[in-house]
């Protein structure tokens, strides 16, 4: 297993999507359907942006180089491929986001399935949304980031780092027709994940990320099962394995208060089995204390405010935020990361910030 330096550094998953690309606006619309460029040239348009984000990465000189999820549309609908789930007979169910407070101040009202509404408000707590059905058993039929990690680790430098949804985030973005409960959904999802992990492990994934946003957002939907679905997901995978729980993306968000939900998320997912939390700490104004949440797991520490109109950052200010970090978490279970996903941002802004959080670690190493 390849060693890293101390303060390794990394996207959490996403990089510039490139408007010529995709369309932004489309972000919320099927799977599949934002794409701007005609499917057949799309393959070669689909590489080509993705050499931009891992040519991005190395440049800036990141521990951990991912593809910059360019091929995906959202990091949960790209694994609709599963058995058992139907993308085209959809269904509607109403979404329950009480967990999320008043910790959020929209600028557009997310819908699942619809393009947004522009508008800003507080985060709905409750909304219609129109999903894929699960109609069958959950199964994995093969790798779904197979040539995904095979083109990354033919053209990064750095290490690779692969990024999966987490079993009740996706669980959460279906409507159920089959299971008949929300936790033996996601066990499924997960059974069938851990089939992706074990594959992307064999395969030379040096780093593997499951995301799970809807450990804050929906909290109390998912509380009661979540440590055991996320363990199934991880079950036998030998490699450094990471979950990321955030906010959700600064494109739709106009302001981010701190939660209490997300302290109780941390703490569900320290009593998992994976070896790294990735949180979102920067944009929220989280501190320290937070940090004890995480019970001896290494922190991938948000230290990039990704909010549409935010600066590059001092060097620093990202080493002070790290250095108070460090009254709280050792050197050695410390990483440096992004708040959440890059796709939005400007391609050269985004640039700076990365390079920016790679000097830092640099003054942080000594």
């Not at 999903?131 to 039929?141: D, E, L």
Request: aromatic share 8%; net charge negative; hydrophobic share 40%.
């Amino acid at each position: 297993m390849p060693s890293t330096p101390m303060f390794a550094t990394q996207l959490v998953g996403s990089w510039c999507k490139p408007n010529w690309l995709c369309n932004h606006d489309l972000f919320f619309a099927p799977e599949n359907t934002w794409w701007r460029v005609p499917e057949e040239h799309r393959a070669e348009a689909l590489d080509d942006a993705t050499l931009l984000a891992i040519r991005d990465q190395d440049a800036a000189g990141l521990t951990y180089v991912t593809d910059g999820e360019q091929r995906r549309q959202t990091f949960s609908g790209y694994f609709n491929v599963l058995g058992g789930i139907d993308s085209v007979n959809r269904a509607e169910y109403a979404v329950r986001m009480g967990d999320i407070g008043d910790a959020l101040v929209m600028k557009a009202r997310p819908t699942l399935g619809a393009a947004n509404e522009t508008a800003t408000a507080a985060a709905p707590k409750e909304f219609k949304a129109t999903v894929p059905q699960v109609t069958g058993p959950i199964t994995w039929n093969g790798p779904i980031l197979g040539r995904d990690l095979a083109f990354l680790k033919t053209h990064a430098r750095g290490l690779a780092k692969m990024t999966v949804i987490g079993p009740c985030s996706l669980a959460l973005r279906l409507a159920d027709a089959h299971y008949g409960s929300l936790d033996r959904l996601a066990f499924a999802i997960a059974d069938a994940l851990n089939q992706e992990l074990r594959a992307l492990e064999a395969a030379g994934a040096d780093l593997v990320q499951i995301d799970e946003p809807e450990a804050h957002f929906r909290y109390s939907q998912v509380k009661d099962f979540a440590v055991e679905a996320i363990n199934r997901t991880l079950r036998g995978i030998r490699i450094p394995t990471a979950v990321h729980v955030c906010y959700g993306y600064s494109k739709n968000i106009a302001e981010k208060r701190v939660n209490p939900a997300y302290e109780k998320a941390l703490d569900l997912l320290a009593a998992t089995d994976v070896g790294e939390i990735s949180l979102e700490y920067e944009q929220p104004g989280h501190t320290p204390e937070l940090l004890d949440r995480v019970r001896g797991k290494g922190v991938i520490l948000g230290l990039l405010n990704l909010d549409t109109e935010s600066p590059v950052e001092t060097v620093e200010h990202i080493v002070g935020r790290a250095r108070a970090a460090l009254q709280v978490v050792a050197p050695e279970r410390l990483r440096l990361a992004p708040d959440c996903g890059m796709w939005f941002l400007p391609r050269e802004r985004a640039s700076g910030k990365i390079r920016a959080l790679e000097q830092a670690a640099r003054v942080l190493r000594g």
